[in-house]
Nanobody
């Protein structure tokens, strides 16, 4: 089984920063695209950012210039550095990964359990 475990959420004041981490564990051959999504109360889950194995990134317009996604392929871990946080960034943040496993060879879409980020004074 493959698992994604997130950490780093919490309460922060507007204008502050947080760094989320997401570590994959299990019998992993490789990981292709990794990403972060979020779901605010009463809203649908939305894309925040994605990063390919080669480091190509993509961001939602609402977070461009404030959030940075990165990954460490050797550690099967991705990060989301969030700066200049706003109250509208409040949401449960989920990590996501396309994990390649063997026996049989296939790609699994795996989700983390979510971590709450609250931006409030």
């Amino acid at each position: 089984q493959v698992q994604l475990v997130e950490s780093g959420g919490g309460l922060v004041q507007p204008g502050g920063s947080l760094r989320l981490s997401c570590a994959a564990s299990g019998t992993i051959f490789s990981i292709n695209v990794m990403g972060w999504y979020r779901q605010a109360p009463g809203k649908q889950r939305e894309l925040v950012a994605t990063i390919t194995r080669g480091g190509r990134t993509n961001y939602a317009d609402s977070v461009k210039g404030r959030f940075t996604i990165s990954r460490d392929n050797a550690k099967n871990t991705e990060y989301l550095q969030m700066n200049s946080l706003k109250p509208e960034d409040t949401a449960v943040y989920y990590c996501n990964a396309a994990v390649v496993v063997l026996s049989p060879y296939r790609t699994l879409e795996v989700w983390g359990q979510g971590t709450l980020v609250t931006v409030s004074s």
